[in-house]
């Protein structure tokens, strides 16, 4: 049985990953998709520790609302960040970061 | 969960979740992401969540992961052009998860461990013989109703959380009809 400094352990790891491929990749699609990897990590955490903290026989279901609602967040902010994606490449022709420097001063 | 098949699923996830950073080609990114998802969800589903490992499995690896491979496919991106990659971002990138996971070890070596205690059913279905008696039989019965149990807990105590979260669907719908709306100016 994984105890719950495995599970925190591997959800820290998803983490790290995510937070590198946000700094390291220049494609802002693949960077939209390691925050989602970040949002999940943070989702493990809270499932683990739901199931580890539980009251009275069950797992706190606390935690589980938690996630149900940073799912439904997250659909929402893909949907419109995928939105502004499109609109970006329609005014650039480009979703590389390195191409978008207007605003560097 | 038995050991093994918790390794299995979080090496899954953590393989996955490395292709999607490594990978050039954004196709092939999203579809490692949802390999890396089957296994959280996996891992989700030995955590006794069933609800929210069928959920990860239904919003994310479907419709999530198909709304990226589709603008991908809209956008017609090409295999990430040949520019190299810039030697300090990487850099960067390879150090934040160095200090990062130094960190986690750390912590985690200090703080007290909790093993994976069997969830008490039979004791947790007298708290539900008034309120549910549907959910209580089941609990009796030793399943565990996770369903029964998510919905109970939504509506009883997150009832408005769970209206302003519609309003924030609708709002986000409306959002992506006006920004993709080809401006006519």
Known sequence: ?105 | MPLALFWFFALVMLAGALAVVSLRNPVASALSMVASFVGLAGLFIGLNAFFVGIIQILVYAGAIMVLFIFIIMLLDLKTEEKRAPKLAPVLGGLGIVLAFTIQLVGVLSKTPDKAHEPLDLVAASAAFTERSPGISSKLKEGHLPDVNLIGDTLFNGYNLPLQIIGVLLLVSTIGVVVLSKRQSA
């Open chain 1, 1 to 105: 049985m994984a105890s719950l400094n495995d599970y925190l352990l591997v959800s820290g790891l998803l983490f790290a990953i995510g937070l590198a491929g946000v700094v390291l990749r220049r494609n802002i699609i693949v960077m939209y998709m390691c925050l989602e990897l970040m949002l999940s990590a943070a989702n493990l955490t809270l499932v683990a520790f739901s199931r580890f903290n539980g009251s009275n026989g069950l797992p706190d279901y606390n935690g589980q609302m938690l996630v149900f609602f940073v799912i439904t967040v997250a659909a929402a902010e893909v949907a419109v960040g995928l939105a502004i994606i499109v609109a970006l490449y329609r005014a650039r022709q480009s979703i590389h970061t390195d191409d978008l420097n207007s605003m560097r001063g």
